[in-house]
């Protein structure tokens, strides 16, 4: 008996934070007999370790490499995109080339959109927009929810420009699109490539370079945050549902799928700090010391004061009702865990810059 031939996937962002621990999660489960995985990279090297996982590895320029990406997503059926949310000609490119895939099988196609919970973030600090809100991606429209943010907040946003062109694009060229929306991650990575390097490693780097934790202003943006091992199940089970055709998985315009397991909020993370910073000897004492959005700026190399206000400032909070409910995600890391890794990276890199 003939085997059938194995479902292409094609992966952008592999030698990242999030695409390479979802590739790890793939390679790692039994589906992968299943599977045909090709991950684009820039250099000889990450394609050399990644063949040897039995991935397919094919060099490309960059982002903006159009042809590239659009040859390599006409020979997939699904294509997970976890290089950058912002990036709007390499989206283009994948749904182009999957609507060639699937004007060529007679098959639908899927594209796996990364975003990020910013979408629906408020301003505390500045006060320009205070929203307590906790949004659901069940209860509420995200794709209307976020053309409504853009008009009051016109071209602040390009993950939200992006997801836009990704669904309206997708509806025109007739492929299935879902937009992954996860909050503040935290876990080391998985993948070969990075760890990862995030809010709270910047918060730390911060705090060490002051010998004092600090917090943007009062600290109140509140945040959802994941585990990136939880994140990585949910890409899984979405991937799963996509090659089961399970009926009732909603793309398009409802294809939003929030990605959460408790919140934490930058005062929170900052008090935590203190403390591990204290007990280890790195801080005399736990006090919090503040800065002002000019100096989050300055310390975090952003562009603007708006920048760092939105990645060290901002508060974003959303349920992920959708996984929970139609995919039956079950997310097990939570507050322990993020506080376990607070200290974690307290401790390492306060022990690295000693160590220099």
Request: charged content about 25%; some cysteine; overall charge negative.
């Amino acid at each position: 008996m003939t085997e059938p031939n194995p479902t292409r996937i094609l992966l952008l962002g592999a030698t990242g934070y999030i695409g390479g621990s979802i590739l790890t999660h793939l390679i790692n489960h039994p589906i992968a007999d299943t599977l045909s995985i090709t991950a684009l990279v820039r250099k000889p090297y990450q394609a050399s370790i990644l063949k040897d996982a039995g991935v397919i590895p094919l060099l490309f320029k960059d982002l903006d490499d159009y042809e590239t990406i659009y040859d390599a997503a006409r020979e997939a059926d699904v294509v997970i995109a976890a290089a950058s949310a912002r990036h709007e000609g390499s989206a283009k490119a994948c749904l182009e080339g999957l609507s060639e895939r699937s004007k060529t099988t007679g098959q639908p196609a899927h594209y796996v959109h990364t975003s990020g919970a910013s979408i629906i973030g408020d301003w505390p600090v500045t006060g320009t927009r205070v929203d307590e809100k906790t949004y659901s991606d069940v209860s509420d429209d995200v794709f209307e929810l976020e053309k409504m943010f853009e008009r009051e907040e016109a071209g602040w946003s390009p993950v939200r420009s992006v997801n836009q062109l990704v669904v309206e694009s997708g509806e025109r060229l007739g492929v299935k699109t879902y937009i992954v929306v996860p909050p503040l991650i935290f876990g080391p990575g998985t993948g070969s490539f990075t760890l990862g390097f995030g809010q709270v490693h910047m918060m730390v780097q911060a705090a060490l370079k002051r010998k004092q934790a600090v917090m943007v202003g009062a600290g109140s943006g509140v945040w959802s945050r994941i585990h990136i091992l939880d994140l990585t199940s949910l890409y899984f089970l979405l991937t799963q549902a996509i090659l089961d055709k399970k009926p009732d998985l909603r793309s398009g315009k409802k294809g939003f799928y929030f990605v959460e397991n408790g919140t934490s909020s930058w005062k929170g993370i900052a008090e935590r700090i203190s403390v591990v910073g204290k007990k280890i000897g790195a801080f005399e004492s736990e006090e919090v010391g503040k800065m002002s959005l000019g100096e989050a700026k300055e310390e975090f190399g952003y562009g603007s004061e708006r920048d760092a206000e939105g990645v060290v400032g901002s508060s974003a909070r959303i349920k992920a009702d959708k996984a929970r409910q139609l995919l039956g995600w079950s997310p097990t890391r939570g507050e322990g865990e993020f506080l376990e890794e607070i200290e974690d990276v307290v401790t390492a890199m306060f022990q690295q810059g000693e160590a220099e």
